[in-house]
């Protein structure tokens, strides 16, 4: 039976409402050589979590963020020593080749860091300030403008980020006052996320009034909550046209980071908003740091933002594929694929958005794969033994035995170098 119609259904033709050309438009910030905002894809960055005074694995660690794909490493800058280490952190980057951009992560003491050591100040791309805790009182403004200052001589970024766990004292009282006055008062949660939205938006219109462009600065508003996040970030949105970064601060662990992570910055991208994102993991000892930008670019990915390696499609499993075998191969063709990208990403640019299916059975198998540009469709529990093959919806190959990996793979590079070749 046809479903009824609907006049409340776009046309078929209108493109995804998070597509890139429909996001929101935003001042564009250059940051090292990389651009962030304007029509620059929304970039993934990072942060290191080495002691920052070993400068060598300080540099490793922004190296291999790098390579992972973080196209901005935040690295800590507390102390004189931490300053002093910043500038050999970018010497060590440069001698191997490795141009990141490094943003500096300063609280309570920036001012006197970035004036008193001219070296971090010129080594660094962007500068982060918390204007929650730059200053108490009078030195308040006096420390932000101090940093706003060098920013502006030195020709460097500034990212004005609040963070609702570090709102200044003075100004939360002073909304909490002013909300119990009011006949409705709203909830303490909702006022603190006025207050967290109302001091990052001050503090960028103060680096304006002291000569910072607005080309020169992104903000953000970070909260811990979902709901409370969106709502900052749809006020910043709709207060200007700043260049946003976003991220979900202390999202937690594993699985509840992860899926916090995306679905924060999924519901965000798909209306438009953000210019660049961080995935806040806290990673379990001796964890992969580069987990955190692994996530950050499958968010992307799923939405069709950007791609960065090829994804293989593949079935969860039921009862009709009792053998583990389809879900090793899965495993083994995307190890392939990531392995492949390293060439694949100079020799053959696009290679990245190839859809690779793995499935398990044929009730969705040949399906699948047929609406992936290479598919296998393996053997389910009593069906014929062999896993038939598609490469741009035709079958082409019926494979057995025990190269099916290899041979599939082949495949797969056959394509490539046809489809995506300089």
Known sequence: ??????????????????????????????????????????????????????????????????????ELVRITI?????????????????????????????????????????GCAQALAKYRINPGNVGRGDKRFAHFAQMIEIAIERGKAVRIGANWGSLDEQEMAAAMDANARLAQPAGADDVAVDALVKSCLDSAQAAERLGLARERMVLSAKVSRLPLLCRAYRQLAAAGDW?????????????????????????????????????SLTPRPGADRREEVRIAWSILQS?????????????PGCGRTTSSYFRELAADIQDRLDERMRLWRSRHPGAERLKVAVMGCIVNGPGESRHADIGISLPGSGEDPVALVYEDGRRIAALKGSRIADEFMAIIDSHVARKFNL
Do not use: W
Request: proline letters at 6%; hydrophobic letters at 45%; aromatic letters at 2%.
């Open 1 to 70: 039976m046809d479903a009824p119609a609907r006049d409340d259904l776009p046309p078929a033709t209108q493109e995804h409402p998070y597509s890139l050309t429909n996001r929101r438009s935003s001042r564009q910030v250059l940051i090292g050589a990389v651009p962030v905002g304007g029509d620059a894809p929304v970039v993934v960055q990072a942060m290191t979590d080495t002691d920052p005074d070993d400068d060598v694995a300080t540099a490793i660690q922004c190296r291999e963020l790098a390579e992972a794909g973080a």
């Open 243 to 279: 260049a946003l970064h976003l991220g979900l601060t202390e999202a937690g662990m594993g699985r509840q980071g992860t899926v916090a992570s995306a679905a924060a910055l999924a519901i965000l991208l798909a209306e438009g908003i953000g210019d660049t994102i961080r995935v």
């Open 78 to 118: 507390h102390t004189p020593s931490a300053a002093d280490a910043a500038a050999r952190v970018r010497d060590r980057l440069d001698a191997m080749d490795c141009a990141v951009p490094l943003v500096g992560d300063f609280h309570y003491n920036g001012h006197k860091l970035l004036s008193r050591h001219a």
């Open 303 to 315: 939405l069709e933002l950007r791609f960065r390696t090829p994804a293989v499609v593949a079935c």
